[in-house]
């Protein structure tokens, strides 16, 4: 029975569990409650991703309505790519926010940041398995809303600022996206994506042109591109993601950064390949050629901000942008390279920002603070934090035997595969960039000493140090010893690229 | 162009501009709600509108009658105003929070504190 509905289950798990983290009331309890839920979820996302590699395409009809009438459940390789990550995340962010959030948030509070973590986790696995563009409206908005509140828990008041501001904007974008699917259903009646696709390329109101080339469609996916780029914080439209991850409780930042951007860039890859295929968004519209430049513009600007931080989260916010914009760049080359250069970028950048995160928390519940002039040598009595700190930052950089090196160098070959230097040369820029900043945060950390007045610190409690270690020795075991991410990113961008020609 | 057919369109567009305009420019936090929830209300509006099949009547089954409205488009939407109570639910409680933390929902005061802090 579980190997039939495992592709709900592992949606339905953290769903139900949520509430339950509410009536269990405070303490232990409402956190083993989501731990056995993540890690439950995890469990069935890597036999999913097993199934999915075999068999292919598995599918899942809500309550037994077929589809394109009833709502379909279709899980493709790049989808439980993504949602494997997702999981792997939440199942090592959990037992480190057991110690994180005493630390950080009330006590009468944690078991409704359980839920909401839950609820967040849930719609974000939602996103990846859904195969209908309604559905993954009403995802979106859960894993969005229930952000919104995981965002205000913070320690600072500014907090509440950043979390309404993003609130502002994720409704925006989040409309923007309901816009462009009332649009697509207007020209087509359908709201299965595999249905769009095909009633798409289909003929039009006037018999002869196919509708993916009227005005309607292409109005639709502005609204959809718009919508979704607000999301995963492609610039310019990124102003809310540095307040967010600076001010949110660091299992938030940690969670966030290494998953909810990378949904967000399932999303679009869902409209731009699965829903409408390559002749409208990338032959008729010029959008390789609006995307990569943005991207790439985003990447170098993004870095340059960065460098003039003074605030370790902020820092690693900013640096976030960047590499969400060395992801779309692989993505709007619309190539084979590309994206499986795109998709191999986002698994290893949530390893490596998963990693540094939860590394600050560490540091965060020592010191209390994230400023660089408090935090002066504070790695030298840190030294296991200080370890994942540093192997974090050569994988951003993108230093050889770290997973950043694998995916930075299969971006290069890609881009220059098509025959852009001048994006190249980009990319190595934005690189030297970012060994600027790394070289910044570690320069504070560990070779400026501690002022003799401060008080001093000891490494943190082994509940946060172990899941750190865990994120940081996968960067060098990706990078290193095992390729699986590379093979399955290929096979999910032979996907993509089959479901765009059918 | 044919006004009069398209009306629903026309209102949807103007709600839609006004209430992205009071989001974008308006310096108090409750207004710019009001213009987040006028600009959702204005998509529902959208939505509604492409249901009406002429002279199609109520979707409700009844004997004698051959067409019907499509109803898909309201069930997708009462969705979507559930959404939208629980995002304007979500932000109102966060302005009283600003409230008791910054003692005023002006914008601009609520930034000059944060500068100084």
Known sequence: ?502 | MDLIGLFNYWVFIVLMMSGFYLLLSARNLVKKIIGVNLFQTSVFVFYISTANVTGGAVPIHDEGIEVYSNPLPHVLILTAIVVGVASTALGLSLILRIKAEYGTIEEDEVDAQDVLS
Request: hydrophobic fraction near 55%; proline fraction near 4%.
């Open chain 1, 1 to 502: 029975m579980i190997e039939q509905h495992a592709i709900i289950l592992v949606v339905v798990i953290p769903l139900l569990a949520a509430p339950l983290c509410v009536l269990l009331g405070r303490g232990a309890l409402a956190w083993g409650a989501a731990t056995a839920a993540v890690w439950s979820s995890f469990g069935l996302a890597l036999y999913l991703l097993d199934r999915t590699l075999d068999e292919g395409v598995q599918r899942y009809m809500l309550g037994g309505w077929q589809a394109p009438v009833g709502i379909e459940y279709r899980l493709d390789v790049p989808g439980a790519f993504v949602m494997t990550l997702v999981t792997a995340i939440g199942a090592v962010v959990l037992p480190y926010s057991w110690t994180s959030v005493r630390k950080e948030i009330d006590d009468h509070r944690h078991h409704w940041f359980y839920a909401c973590l839950l609820l967040c986790f849930a719609g974000l696995l939602g996103i990846t398995v859904t195969g209908d563009a309604f559905n993954l409206f009403v995802f979106l908005e859960i894993s969005s809303l229930s952000t919104y509140v995981l965002v205000s828990m913070g320690r600072d008041r500014r907090a509440l600022t950043a979390s309404f501001r993003y609130l502002l904007l994720g409704t925006l974008g989040a409309t923007f996206y309901l816009i462009g699917i009332g649009f697509m259903y207007l020209m087509t009646g359908t709201l299965n994506m595999e249905d769009l696709a095909v009633r798409l390329a289909g003929p039009g109101p006037d018999g002869v042109t196919p509708v993916v080339d009227t005005t309607t469609i292409r109005a639709a996916l502005a609204f959809l591109s718009v919508g979704v780029s607000i999301k995963m914080a492609l610039f310019p439209l990124h102003v809310w993601l540095p307040n967010v991850y600076a001010y949110a409780p660091s299992v938030v930042s940690a969670f966030l950064s290494a998953t909810a951007t990378k949904v967000a860039i399932l999303v679009l890859l869902r409209v731009f390949y699965t829903v409408d295929g390559k002749a409208i968004a990338f032959e008729s519209l010029p959008l390789a050629d609006t995307l990569v430049p943005l991207a790439i513009g985003g990447a170098v600007v993004a870095s340059f901000v960065a460098i003039y931080q003074r605030d370790v989260k902020r820092l690693l916010a900013y640096s976030s942008i960047a590499q969400v914009g060395y992801m779309v760049v692989g993505i709007g080359l619309a190539t084979q390279l590309g994206l499986a250069a795109g998709l191999l970028h986002l698994f290893n950048h949530a390893l490596m920002k998963g990693a540094l995160f939860l590394a600050i928390g560490c540091i965060v519940y020592r010191v209390g603070q994230t400023r660089f002039e408090l935090l002066r040598g504070v790695g030298r009595q840190m030294p296991l934090t200080s370890a994942a700190i540093v192997i974090g930052g050569l994988s951003l950089v993108g230093v050889p035997l770290t997973a950043g090196f694998v995916s930075k160098w299969a971006l290069l070959d890609a881009v220059l595969e098509d025959g852009r230097w001048v994006t190249a040369s980009f990319i190595l820029l934005s690189s030297l960039l970012s060994v600027v900043y790394v070289g910044q945060l570690v320069h504070v950390l560990l070779i400026r000493r501690r002022p003799k007045d401060a008080e001093p610190v000891r490494e943190a409690p082994l509940w946060l140090v172990v899941p750190t270690l865990v994120l940081a020795a996968a960067n060098l075991w990706f990078g290193v010893v095992d390729s699986t991410p590379s093979e399955i990113s290929r096979t999910a961008a032979e996907a993509l690229l089959q479901e765009m020609q059918q």
